[in-house]
């Protein structure tokens, strides 16, 4: 039945397409019919499913075909909406209005086009622990300069996790606000809040967990963390970028808000199939990756991998309630359109990290014997205490990982040590420092053709500039021409460029995705 409801779906003209209601009863809940909609029907999703009076199941979608043909690049962060007397944000968080009637299926009234001043922002706002705050923080978020509506998504409040919990946004503003304004003035609000410029979700991948952000409409890229990292680590970046693409973070497994199960083998090979499986599920086009240290390793072998992924044909990697749909689409998905790589790692750990360093193959001894001692469970915990505390993130942080010491504040401490507390973190601490190290970039990047951006904190201690990974891309470049491969340094840059300075690494990024794109259609079209 929901099949066939879903089918129904799509027999509406290609212009604005809408469903208002239909009457399932109590047959399906709303949890259960979204991912239906959103697999079987070309819909962003079921922007909003909810349950009325005599058991009628009223939806609301905006069709995808309506976004690319209106060519809305600015999308949930930035496009002009229809407005409507119900509008949602949907499964994979682009804001889908359309109005919910109380007319028969496939009626609806005529939507009114609101003022082009406007845009939409999606936030999860970290810090909300009670319904009772609810009312409170929007009305403090109205009142914020150039806010003109504020929503707030069911489930309203999650309980636990960041800063006690969150509720995820939708804030209407004036379209000169930028996003990282936007954000900068809810935190001015209170202390205790932080706000992340995305909405956030959860995918089933092998029958585990995986956290990921989305905010943004337009081209796909897909933003891959390092170490210790999250989606929330690419905060600062994915403001600059959301107002011009379509932006996912994942939560590699083992880190951030994705499950972190014993007796997995982590490293790069694990974390590529999860990227190449992601690009299969969630994006209709080649994407671009954007890593950054360990994730730019792991974007490389995503990439010198890419296709060889296994089917999901046996139901693994799928979102839960869906299925028939994803083998028959994988022919048009999963592709690398390009790659952003920051201050690329030469391997997860020092096994790795030998090859490259003669100071690291010196000390070879007394690493094997940490590695020894990390295999006893109390030395282990010992040593996993002392590293995750955060008085030592935030020594690391400034005097290693970072130039711009303001960017160290306690929002980005709690974004990086909230899931050491997670359980089974320290097994992933004990297994990414003593596993395999994965392929080296001299070896994957002859695998790898696809255009590549490099961009390169010059004030690195871990992944230094004058290193022979950062060497390895420069020969590459004069090899391969810098239209295919772009070498950047970043003059008082440290290891994390998207997040130390990512008014800078934006500044390089997005000039490159247009040019990328544009040479892409140039292709196409002869």
Request: glycine letters at 10%.
């Amino acid at each position: 039945m929901a099949t066939a409801f879903a089918a129904s779906f799509a027999t509406v003209p290609a212009s604005v397409h809408f469903l208002t209601q239909h009457k399932l009863g109590s047959r399906f809940s709303s949890s259960q019919l979204a991912p239906i909609l959103r697999r079987h029907v070309d819909y962003d999703s079921a922007a909003r499913v909810s349950r009325r009076s005599g058991g009628a199941l009223v939806c609301t979608a905006l069709s995808k075909r309506h976004h690319h043909y209106k060519k809305q690049r600015e999308g949930v962060d930035g496009a002009p909406r229809l407005a409507a007397e119900s509008a949602g944000v949907g499964e994979e968080g682009r804001p889908d209005e359309a109005l919910a009637s109380g007319g028969a299926v496939g009626t609806a009234r005529a939507a009114r086009v609101v003022t082009q001043t406007t845009k939409l922002v999606n936030l999860t706002v970290h810090g909300v622990t009670d319904e009772s705050d609810l009312p409170w923080l929007e009305d403090q978020l109205l009142q914020l300069q150039g806010v003109t509506s504020v929503q707030t998504l069911p489930p309203t409040l999650r309980t636990g996790g960041l800063r006690g919990g969150r509720v995820g946004v939708v804030v209407e503003t004036e379209r000169r606000v930028a996003v990282r304004e936007l954000v900068t003035a809810v935190h001015g609000v209170e202390e205790r809040l932080l706000a992340l410029p995305f909405r956030s979700h959860s995918w089933m991948w092998r029958g585990h967990r995986i956290h990921y952000a989305v905010a943004g409409c337009g081209k796909p890229v897909i933003l891959v963390h390092g170490f210790g990292g999250s989606a929330g680590h690419f905060r600062n970046l994915i403001a600059h970028l959301a107002d011009h693409h379509k932006v996912y973070a994942v939560d590699l497994l083992g880190f951030g808000d994705s499950d972190k199960p014993g007796g997995v083998e982590y490293g790069p090979e694990l974390w590529a199939d999860i990227i190449n499986d992601f690009m299969l599920e969630f994006t209709d086009e080649p994407a671009v990756l954007i890593g950054n240290s360990i994730g730019s390793l792991t974007s490389l072998t995503a990439a010198a991998s890419s296709g060889a992924s296994r089917s999901l044909s046996d139901g693994e990697g799928q979102s839960e309630g869906e299925g028939e749909l994803s083998v028959v689409r994988r022919a048009e998905k999963g592709k690398i359109r390009g790659l952003v790589l920051l201050n690329v790692a030469g391997a997860m750990n020092r096994k790795g990290l030998m090859r490259d360093d003669a100071v690291l193959t010196a000390l070879s001894p007394m690493f094997v014997a940490i590695e020894y001692l990390l295999q006893k469970p109390k030395v282990a915990s010992f040593l996993f205490e002392r590293f995750r505390s955060k008085a030592n993130v935030r020594k690391i942080l400034s005097e290693q990982v970072y130039r711009d010491g303001s960017q160290v504040c306690d929002r980005l401490v709690d974004i990086l040590y909230e899931p050491s507390t997670h359980e089974g973190a320290l097994d992933v601490f004990v297994k990414v420092f003593t596993g395999d190290p994965g392929r080296h970039p001299e070896d994957l990047v002859e695998m790898v053709d696809v255009p590549m951006l490099v961009l390169w904190g010059d004030k690195d201690p871990w992944t230094p500039i004058d290193g022979k990974v950062a060497q390895l891309f420069k020969r590459l470049e004069e090899r391969r021409g810098n239209d295919k491969v772009a070498v950047v340094p970043l003059p008082d840059v440290g290891h994390c460029p998207h997040d130390d300075r990512p008014e800078i690494a934006a500044s390089h990024i997005l000039p490159w995705l247009d040019k990328l794109h544009a040479d892409s259609s140039d292709a196409a079209g002869k």
